[in-house]
């Protein structure tokens, strides 16, 4: 990669960070910078996993005081979790590049879509749980049929997943949305984990431009953490909204047309 392809990765890697931080919806931002620089979209998806992966390792760690307990419930969604990730990681190597290319638009289209309601879905999902139980709901093994299918997006794909996360763990947690945000972080970093696994196995990570969007998106997650404290969180999703209608249409023209 020459100097300005590394420039606009660790620009993208800072903005990437910075947002996610604020409203979340990093990977709108990272991918079409990763297929910006030349990389097909299963490479620029199994980079785009491998760069982001340790900062949300990082806000795990930064927020772990509200972690729930690891007991038999939280052990089982995590081991569903990490399988789920790892079904969808090998589902995407199998795609052929031609049908992958079809998919994008789709795919970030379903990820704006989840980011612009995140909150909306996880409410609605919250009412339906107290509704048909008449209680507030808990971490336990049968909260897993909703992580797995999750989880093999989040192999697959990514981009969105945080917002389908919070709102399965937000019925794992009494609604709280702390807790939720920290396991969410947690299960995020270890299905980035196990997808990396499989991506530097076969091949499609290319290293140079992930360790240069990694180290922009690092820094930018310290950024957007300051900045949280006085922006609204709420333009900021609507802006990262706005890309992402951009970009599903510009992928769309691209490659449907």
């Not at 949300?56 to 972690?67: E, G, K, N, V």
């Not at 199998?94 to 290319?101: A, D, I, W």
């Not at 919250?126 to 336990?140: C, D, F, Q, V, Y």
């Amino acid at each position: 990669m020459d100097f300005a392809a590394v420039a606009l990765l660790i620009a993208a890697g800072l903005a990437g960070g910075t947002i996610a931080s604020l409203a979340g919806g990093a990977a709108l931002i990272t991918f079409p910078s990763l297929m910006a620089v030349g990389l097909t979209p299963v490479a620029a998806i199994a980079t785009n996993i491998a760069a982001l992966t340790p900062g949300s390792f990082t806000a795990a760690l930064s927020d772990r005081s509200q972690l729930p307990p690891f007991d038999r419930g939280f052990v089982g969604l995590v081991f569903a979790s990490v399988v789920g990730a790892g079904i969808g990681a090998v589902l995407l190597m199998l795609t052929p590049s031609r049908t992958f290319e079809i998919l994008v638009p789709l795919l970030i289209g379903f990820a704006t879509v989840l980011f612009a309601f995140g909150e909306q879905i996880s409410n609605a999902l919250r009412a339906r749980s107290l509704a048909k139980h008449g209680r507030e709901p808990e971490i336990k093994l049968t909260s897993i049929p909703m992580l797995l299918p999750v989880s093999v997006y989040g192999g697959y794909f990514a981009a969105g997943v945080g917002v389908l996360l919070v709102a399965v763990l937000q019925l794992a947690t009494s609604g709280q949305y702390r807790p939720a945000n920290a396991t969410k972080n947690l299960v995020a970093a270890l299905n980035g984990s196990v997808a990396m696994a499989v991506f530097a196995i076969d091949g499609s990570i290319n290293w140079p431009a992930a360790l240069s969007m990694m180290g922009g998106a690092l820094i930018g997650s310290f950024i957007g953490a300051r900045i949280a404290r006085y922006a609204p969180k709420e333009i900021m999703r609507w802006v990262v909204t706005a890309i992402g209608v951009i970009l599903t249409a510009v992928y769309a023209w691209r490659y449907w047309f």
